[in-house]
């Protein structure tokens, strides 16, 4: 395709990838009711493992054995990311999964600060502080106590954006997209041994369609078109306008939430996912679209 074509695709690419992976949140909430989430997450990256690997068959030919370290590496943080994340599903809304997950953009910016030694500008800061209400009112009970699976997923998100700056420190001169083949393969690696230490196999759920279609959407369409629709996406659209759109995979998130899973919406709630909305949009673009217009 030219140039002018893949820049007209590229937003709604990223468009659609932020509302496959909005709607993925009530969809594993599903399938959590009968997988075991070691075993779901090593079907998932498995096949996301396979398909990408196919998909991207030329760029094989530049593989070299550091490909191995480095895909273990952003494969830890990543498995470590996407259980916590599923086990915090299991004892929360997916709504509220959604939004909490999506405060990870806020943290990248003070945890490169610690790495790199690059210090957060005011528009970083002010998302914290946005971000910080914005958790309060989602998360904290009328007793200001916060639940098991809010705070997992709070714990997620430091895994994400421990893993965006893994990915950061590693992929500097390497293909991504087969970066990501590794990745997606150490971290199956991990959850199968996770699933085969603590959990049965539930080789009964997956012969069941109930459970086999929504392990196929998970598989194909929320881990593997997604990512590439993300990958595609990026490279095509400006930065600030790309963090925006991908940004409202947590609206989606919710929305889907709402409409097939029946969540329930408070003015709090609400009120909270606005700000941590506003806080991920303050933090990833700086309002740099508002500044153009000016």
């Known amino acids: 395709m030219s140039p002018k074509t893949m820049r007209l695709l590229a937003k709604p690419m990223l468009f659609a990838a932020a509302l496959i992976w909005g709607t993925s949140f009530f969809i594993m909430k599903n399938a959590l009711d009968v997988m075991p989430v070691f075993f779901l997450l090593a079907i998932r990256f498995t096949a996301g493992a396979v398909l990408l690997g196919l998909a991207s068959w030329k760029k ?5 054995p ?3 370290w480095r895909g273990a590496v952003i494969g830890g943080f990543l498995f470590l990311a996407y259980a916590v994340q599923t086990f915090g599903l299991s004892l929360t809304t997916p709504s509220k999964n959604a939004f909490l997950t999506a405060v990870y953009c806020v943290i990248v910016p003070f945890l490169t600060w610690a790495v790199v030694k690059i210090k957060p500008d005011r528009y970083n800061i002010a998302a914290a ?3 910080v209400v914005g958790v309060g009112l989602v998360s904290l009970t009328e007793e200001l106590t916060i639940g098991a699976g809010d ?4 714990c ?4 994400y ?3 965006i700056a893994a990915v950061a420190k590693v992929s500097p001169g390497k293909d991504v997209t087969l970066l990501t083949v590794f990745q997606f393969a150490f971290a199956a690696l991990y959850a199968w041994i996770c699933g085969a230490c603590t959990e049965q196999f539930p080789a009964a759920a997956l012969s069941d369609p109930a ?5 196929a959407y998970l598989c194909v369409m929320a881990t593997t078109v997604a990512l590439l629709f993300q990958n595609v996406g990026m490279v095509w659209s400006d930065p600030a306008s790309a963090s925006v759109i991908l940004s409202l995979e947590s609206v989606f998130g919710v929305a889907s939430s709402v409409i097939f899973y029946g969540d329930p919406v408070t003015g709090q709630l609400l009120a909270g996912f606005a700000l ?3 806080a991920v949009v303050c933090s990833e673009t700086k309002f740099s679209f508002l500044h153009r217009r000016t």
Request: with cysteine; charged share 10%.
């Open 60 to 64: 094989w030919r530049d593989f070299t």
């Open 66 to 68: 550091d490909y191995l």
């Open 129 to 131: 502080l946005l971000c």
């Open 151 to 154: 705070l997992l997923t709070l």
């Open 156 to 159: 997620c998100a430091l895994f």
């Open 161 to 163: 954006a421990s893993h």
């Open 211 to 215: 459970v086999a279609l929504p392990m």
């Open 276 to 278: 941590i909305f506003v």
